[in-house]
């Protein structure tokens, strides 16, 4: 998968660099539709499940991404590469 940089650029008027940076996370962990435990994230991001379910809306609001939670884990439906 091939991300460019410039469009991840343009995005930062609009979302916060941290918001990014958990997109592009997504993107290494979940590059299909896949479901990615919220321990897996708690430990990436070393912070609590609530803290992972904001980041996560976040995320989800920048359009990239379509994430549904439930049973311990993100189901991660489809990322969207940007640009």
């Known amino acids: 998968m091939i991300i460019r940089i410039r469009p991840?650029?343009?995005?930062?008027?609009?979302h916060s660099d941290q918001t990014l940076l958990d997109y592009l996370t997504?993107?290494?962990?979940?590059?299909?539709?896949?479901?990615?435990?919220t321990s897996e994230l708690r430990?990436?991001?070393?912070c609590s499940q609530p803290m992972v379910s904001?980041?996560?809306?976040?995320?989800?609001?920048?359009?990239?991404?379509?994430?549904?939670?439930?049973?311990g884990a993100y189901q991660v439906?489809?990322?969207?590469v940007a640009g």
Not at 26 to 37: D, E, F, I, K, Q
Request: charged residues 20%; hydrophobic residues 40%; glycine residues 8%.
């Open 8 to 14: 991840l650029l343009d995005l930062r008027q609009q």
């Open 43 to 46: 430990q990436r991001w070393r």
């Open 54 to 71: 904001r980041r996560l809306a976040a995320v989800a609001r920048t359009g990239l991404v379509d994430i549904t939670s439930g049973g």
């Open 77 to 80: 439906h489809g990322v969207e």
């Open 26 to 37: 997504l993107v290494a962990m979940a590059p299909t539709p896949s479901r990615v435990p």
